[in-house]
């Protein structure tokens, strides 16, 4: 079992900055591929940026990539996504997610463990 608490999220305005944070407990933090996946209301909960365990590879959404980091600390059990120039069409709960499996980081049916999520709101 892997316990995840996400934190960090807040209300911004457009072009702002926030910094999430991810704390696991329980199983092996260090062996897990690490995601960030977001839904805003009405929507499909989507893919945001996923981590290989030693922090090797990276992934983002392409509606992202430039803007946001993802970043891993496995001596503190701790993920992060660093979010600049943040757009109102970033606003939804963002929640991280565990996997010890290998595949498609894309897709949330790879993710055993997730967090309660935390929100997110970009105003213009």
């Known amino acids: 079992q892997v316990q995840l608490v996400e934190s960090g999220g807040g209300l911004v305005q457009t072009g702002g900055s926030l910094r999430l944070s991810c704390a696991a407990s329980?199983?092996?933090?260090?062996?897990?591929?690490m995601g960030w996946f977001r839904q805003a209301p009405g929507k499909e909960r989507e893919f945001v940026a996923a981590i290989s365990w030693n922090a090797g590879r990276t992934y983002y959404a392409d509606s992202v990539k430039g803007r946001f980091t993802i970043s891993r600390d496995n001596a503190k059990n701790t993920l992060y996504l660093q979010m600049n120039s943040l757009k109102p069409d970033d606003t939804a709960v963002y929640y991280c997610?565990?996997?010890?499996?290998?595949?498609?980081?894309?897709?949330?049916?790879?993710?055993?463990?997730w967090g309660q999520g935390t929100q997110v709101t970009v105003s213009s």
């Open positions: 329980g199983r092996s933090f260090s062996s897990a591929t």
């Open positions: 997610a565990a996997t010890y499996g290998s595949g498609r980081v894309y897709h949330t049916s790879m993710y055993d463990y």
